[in-house]
């Protein structure tokens, strides 16, 4: 966290907190590149079984992403709430956005809290 770029420090730090708040049951670690929360088996593009976020923060060059790895039936729920979440841009388990003001925090925090429900994620 320390190395996000300091205009994006507060949104960042806000959204940790948010985080951690909201599922605190999820541990927090550095993963790949991104800030993951929890972790569940997955297997990757080389058929390797590794641990996965079940949510991960990532400062981007234009934007921040909230990464939530978890399916509703077949459906990520990223895009099952997008209509939802605000002025936010989603692709299956990615939400970005510029500034928390353009997120529905109420509708980030039902996505989350639905996410560690998913049978098998820890």
Avoid: H, M
């Avoid at 800030?35 to 590794?50: L, P, S």
């Avoid at 299956?92 to 925090?109: A, G, M, P, Q, T």
Wanted: aromatic share 12%.
């Amino acid at each position: 966290l320390a190395a996000v770029p300091e205009e994006r420090q507060e949104l960042i730090n806000s959204l940790d907190s948010f985080i951690k708040k909201t599922v605190p049951g999820l541990e927090r670690y550095f993963a790949y590149n991104r800030v993951g929360y929890g972790k569940f088996k997955y297997v990757d593009y080389k058929k390797d079984i590794i641990d996965w976020p079940i949510v991960a923060l990532a400062n981007q060059k234009n934007y921040v992403s909230v990464y939530v790895c978890a399916l509703d039936g077949n459906e990520y729920l990223a895009e099952k709430f997008k209509e939802k979440l605000g002025k936010v841009s989603v692709g299956k388990s990615c939400i970005r956005f510029k500034k928390i003001e353009d997120i529905n925090l109420d509708v980030l925090k039902e996505v989350l809290v639905t996410a560690v429900k998913q049978p098998g994620l820890r």
